[in-house]
Each structure stands twice: as structure tokens, then as C-alpha cells.
T-cell receptor, first 114, second 115 residues
Framework: DAKTTQPNSMESNEEEPVHLPCNHS???????IHWYRQLPSQGPEYVIH???SNVNNRMASLAIAEDRKSSTLILHRATLRDAAVYYC???????????????FGKGTLLTVNP | NAGVTQTPKFQVLKTGQSMTLQCAQD?????MYWYRQDPGMGLRLIYY???????DKGEVPNGYNVSRLNKREFSLRLESAAPSQTSVYFC??????????????FGNGTRLTVT
């Protein structure tokens, strides 16, 4: 999988929007961009994924740059329950067997202040 | 609908002891995975099972064995535990084998300490 780069940590205030960036300058045309988050003492949780177009779901929005070399996960109104480690991951549509070897890096630790 | 269930939640072993970590999913998913998570290391894939009847090595398979008992269950066995295997173990599943747009669903982990 192509490499992603995320800030180690970010801080936000409750009820404010949060923009979590991810750089993936070596992304290929068939890489999906996935986001997961991990709350304290829990397993990772799927948040959202996209290929080229921006995506919205009940949890978040994913904004993908036009050249696809970066993306941003947007939490529209952060709550204390959004405090977690957020992982940005690329998965190649054409990797076949290697697609199973999904690798999670260190992610971004989001702190939400009341 | 429980999702992915892991047992036990906590375990303490002495060096050389063996144990099996259990994982079951009720989502009728084809693929299942075992990861370990160590401080500062992210998650690393130990073994995976693309579909019932198949298993394959991940990034860090040494010291572990797996069994895909049926479509629902995927167990991880430590034959002779070592302190280096102290970690948090996560089981995951996904519906479409090898599909880049198929999310993984994780259990809440087994916290293993080997003394």
C-alpha cells in the first residue's frame, strides 16, 4: 500500500468543526482512501472511504483533493466522544491478495476540549 | 447483532504456556483477520483468512497459528507464549475478500500479558 502521512496529534474544542489532514503523494489511480478511528480501549472503527469524489455519511465527510495527493476527514461538530486516534489508509483496488495486508500506521490522536 | 466478538477480554500467561484467542462474527463475512497492537507501533497483521478454508501469513506471523473453524470463527493460538507477545490482539472481518472498498469491522480486543 502507498504511504500516508498524518500529524501525530491535533486538538479541537467541543462543537467546533475538525479537519484531519492526510497526505498521500504516491497514491495510485486505483487506491481507495479509507479512514478509521480508534476510541480508547476499543478496536478500530470504520469511518468513511472514497476514491475520487467527496463523500458524506452520518459520521463524517471526506474531502479529496483534485490531484488525490491529499485528503481531509471532516467532523462537522466535534464531541467529547470523537476523541480518538484517526487512521488514514490506502487500499489498492487492483492489489488482489495483498489487499488483505491492510497496514495501520500511527494515526492522529485527536483531543477534544470541553 | 453483536458484530465481532473476542474472548477472553484479558489474559495473563506465564512464559511457555499456551492459549487460544477466540473470535466470532455474526455478519456472514467471508474474510477474517488477526492484528496485534503495541504502543507506538500501530496495528500489525498477524494472519488472515480470505475465505472459509484458507489462511495466510501477514506481517508478523512467527509464534502464532490460526484456525478458520467455519465461516463465523477464526482462532489465534500461541503455542509457547513469550514476553514479546504481550500486546493487545484485535480480530476483524470484512465482507468481500480482497476488495479495496470493503471496510473492516473490528472486535474490542484481547489484552494479553506474558510474564
Amino acid at each position: 500500500d502507498a504511504k500516508t502521512t498524518q500529524p501525530n496529534s491535533m486538538e479541537s474544542n467541543e462543537e467546533e468543526p475538525v479537519h484531519l489532514p492526510c497526505n498521500h503523494s504516491t497514491i495510485s489511480g486505483t487506491d481507495y482512501i479509507h479512514w478509521y478511528r480508534q476510541l480508547p480501549s476499543q478496536g478500530p472503527e470504520y469511518v468513511i472511504h472514497g476514491l475520487t469524489s467527496n463523500v458524506n455519511n452520518r459520521m463524517a465527510s471526506l474531502a479529496i483533493a483534485e490531484d488525490r495527493k491529499s485528503s481531509t476527514l471532516i467532523l462537522h461538530r466535534a464531541t467529547l466522544r470523537d476523541a480518538a486516534v484517526y487512521y488514514c489508509i490506502l487500499r489498492d483496488l487492483n492489489s488482489g491478495g495483498s489487499n488483505y495486508k491492510l497496514t495501520f500506521g500511527k494515526g492522529t490522536l485527536l483531543t477534544v476540549n470541553p | 447483532n453483536a458484530g465481532v466478538t473476542q474472548t477472553p477480554k484479558f489474559q495473563v500467561l506465564k512464559t511457555g504456556q499456551s492459549m487460544t484467542l477466540q473470535c466470532a462474527q455474526d455478519m456472514n463475512h467471508n474474510s477474517m483477520y488477526w492484528y496485534r497492537q503495541d504502543p507506538g507501533m500501530g496495528l500489525r497483521l498477524i494472519y488472515y483468512s480470505a475465505s472459509e478454508g484458507t489462511t495466510d501469513k501477514g506481517e508478523v506471523p512467527n509464534g502464532y497459528n490460526v484456525s478458520r473453524l467455519n465461516k463465523r470463527e477464526f482462532s489465534l493460538r500461541l503455542e509457547s507464549a513469550a514476553p514479546s507477545q504481550t500486546s493487545v490482539y484485535f480480530c476483524a472481518s470484512s465482507s468481500k475478500p480482497g476488495q479495496a472498498n470493503s471496510p473492516l469491522h473490528f472486535g474490542n480486543g484481547t489484552r494479553l500479558t506474558v510474564t
